[in-house]
Structure formats: C-alpha cells, structure tokens
C-alpha cells in the first residue's frame, strides 16, 4: 500500500498556494507597471504611491490582523484574507486612474493583511518544534514560485487581452483556494478527520495547545529587545524583497532596456533562484540548529543573507554590464531567501501562542520598509535620472540589517522576559551562544 502523505505536510501545501497566489496577486502589477504608468500618464514617483498605498494598508493592519488570528482561529482568519484580496485584485481591472488605483490598492493591503502570521501560527499549531523552519520555507518557497509564475501567466495575457485581464485572473485562482480551505482545513490537527493518532501525539509532545485566549503582553513586548530587532531588521529586508517584487520589471524595462519579453524571462529566473534559495534554507536552517543550538544558527543564516544580498545590490548598481547586474540581482534574491524563513521561526520560537502576533509586528515594520522603497525608489530616480542609485541606499539599510539582527535571542520566549532581563541594547550577543 502506498504510504499517504501526513497531514502536516498536507497543510504545508495549503499554505505553500495560499503564499503562492498572494505572490502572484502582488507581482502584477509590477509586471504591467509599464503599461499602466502610460496609460495613465504616472511618473515614476506617482506610480510609487500606487506601490506604496498597498505597502501602508498592509503595515496597518497587519498587527490587528495578527491578533485577530490568534484569537479566533488560522482558519476563519485565512478565509476573510483571501475573500478580501481576490475582490481587490478583481477591482484593479475596474480603475481609470491615479485616485481609483491608490483606493483599490489600499483597499488590497487591507484585505491581505496577515496572511504571513497568520500562516505562521497554523505552522505553530500543526509542526513539531524541530520541523518549524521546514514548516515555514513553504511560505517562502510560496513567495517564489508564485512570483516566478507571474510572468509566465500575467505577460501573455497582457499582451493577448490588455492589461486589466490579468487581475480578473487571479481573482478567479484565489475563489478556488477559498472553496478548498473552507471544506478540508481545520485549525487544530485533533480536528481533522481522519489523521492518525500517532501524528497528532508528534506534533502536540513539543507544542502546548492553548485551551483558553490569553492577551498579548504588550508592555512586555514594547520593552523587548527581540521584538525591537526583529522589527527594525525586517523593515531592512523588506526594502530589498519590494525592489524585487514592485520596481525590478520597470528598473529592467527602463533602466537597463530590456524588452518586454526579456524582462519576463529575467523575473521567472530571479524567482526561481529564489525557489532555490528557500529549500535550502528550510533545510539548512533546522539541520544547523540540531548540530549547533538553536542561537547559533537563527542568527548566523539571518545575518548572512541580509549581508550578502547588501553585497550583491553594491556591485550591481555598480557595474556597467547589464547582465551582470542582471546575474548579481539573482544571486541577490537565492541569498535572501534564507532571512524569512529564519525570521518567520524566530517568531514562532519566542511567541508562543502568541506567534501570530509576533509575526504581525515584525511584518508591520516590514511593510513600512516596502512602503518606504516603494515610494522613495521612483522618486530618486525621477530627481538622478538613473535607475541604479537607489539600490546603493537599498544594499546600505540592508548591511545595517544585517548587523542589527545579531541582537535577536530565538531562545528566550517573550511570556518568560522581563525588563530587568531583557535590555533594549545591549553589545551584540555572542554569535556561538547556544540554546
């Protein structure tokens, strides 16, 4: 008899499209960017609102998202998500300018606020503890996959029906992964039907499954170095993934002047390494974290990444070959794919029951750094005329990341800090400590 997949990696799939589709989504509108600044008349300043309105929603609400998925469930959190954002990926198809673009978008943001935690907390609910980073690189591997699709689907259809068609799309692909949520996933695995006993005990001997709602501690989490850093950090990472997913097709377009069609084969590319990237990662990380502590590893994948992808950013505004800078790019986003997964479960080793929340803090700070680039990006290229001098400010707030994340303990859990413990700065912790 054939052995049948567990469920937890069943989930793992649920999560991997529902990452899948939220890239997808994101990644169009980059992708007709082009076409739409035209059509419209934008600058680039003006189109970096567009971006921007998304990132600001997103910021917004991604810490009430978070909270509100801790406490009524990963499932009824994910199924509100992705109704929300299917109607304003549709609604895209529908705008006729600046003012109704900026609306939609915003509206977007706010409707796929808290995908990330929330998806971080199922993996919190349906991992053992040393499966956790493997549990979360199906989110990034998501990220990828979706994002190196994007141009495949999104480009013909532009060119074949306009580029309105491409949202109505997608709005369609997320109505199905509603239907398959609603009908198959469960937010505990003891609710599951048909899942073997023998899974269950594996997965709750190393997770405390909470019976009753407890507040987040927000004094304690306010004073927490951790928290600090892990936001601080993340807003530095997420400067360079939304270069990635909101400029890159346009820098490639009008920047280094590919053609349409290259620029579609280049983007499926840097996603693809970025696919790469993100087994690795899963891999490497919880591998590492048995033969090195749970400290060591955290902080040595996490400063690593953010550091090399700051590297690859330097000598690709710098160098005068287009394809060479195309090559760095690439390796830039294989490199960065290491840091989510590490974050994400950094999130999940000191939250707790509180992981959802965690990781809505963090990603709030994250997506003020994708609001921030996604604005101040175009508007340093419309005041230079040159397309690569925001990537040196870019690979300049990702060094500073890079540095900044070796203050994060993934060994203290934040219900046990306590001020006194817990200094807001200190000199930067021993890298080979261990858990």
Known sequence: MRKQLPYRHRVQVLLFFLILITYLDRVTISLVGVRIKTEFHLSNEQFGWV????????????????????????????????????????????????????????????????????????????????????GISSQTLGVNVGAALAPLIVVPIAIALGWRAPFFVNGAIGCIWIIVCYLWFRDDPIEMKHIPIDEINLIHSTRKQPKHHHPFPWKTALRSRNIWALGITFFSSQCGLYFFIAWMPIYLQQGLRFTESNMKTIMTLLFVAGIAGGLAGGIIADRLTRIKGLNFSRRLIGCFALAAMGGCFIAAALTP????????????????????????????????????????????????????????????VDKTHNFNTPLLYIAAILIAGSAIWLLVNPSQKLAKEHPEKNPTFSIVPNLIQSS
Not at 104 to 126: D, L, Y
Not at 325 to 330: D, K, N, V
Not at 338 to 362: E, K, L
């Open 51 to 134: 971006l921007g309105s998304f990132a600001l929603a997103y910021a917004l609400f991604e810490i009430p998202a978070g909270i509100l998925g801790d406490r009524i469930g990963q499932r009824k959190m994910l199924l509100r998500i992705v109704t929300c954002w299917s109607l304003f990926t549709a609604l895209t198809g529908f705008t006729t300018g600046l003012v109704s673009l900026l609306i939609v978008r915003f509206c977007f943001g706010i409707g796929e606020a808290g995908a990330f935690p929330t998806a971080s907390a199922a993996v919190s609910r349906w991992f053992p503890a040393a499966e956790t980073a493997r």
């Open 321 to 380: 070959n287009r394809l060479t800078a195309t090559a760095l790019l690439i390796l830039a986003n294989a490199c960065f794919m290491f840091y989510p997964i590490t974050a994400f479960a950094t999130c999940v080793d000191i939250g707790g029951r509180h992981c959802g929340t965690v990781a809505g803090t963090m990603n709030f700070f994250g997506q003020l750094g994708s609001f921030f680039i996604g604005i101040a990006f175009g508007r340093i």
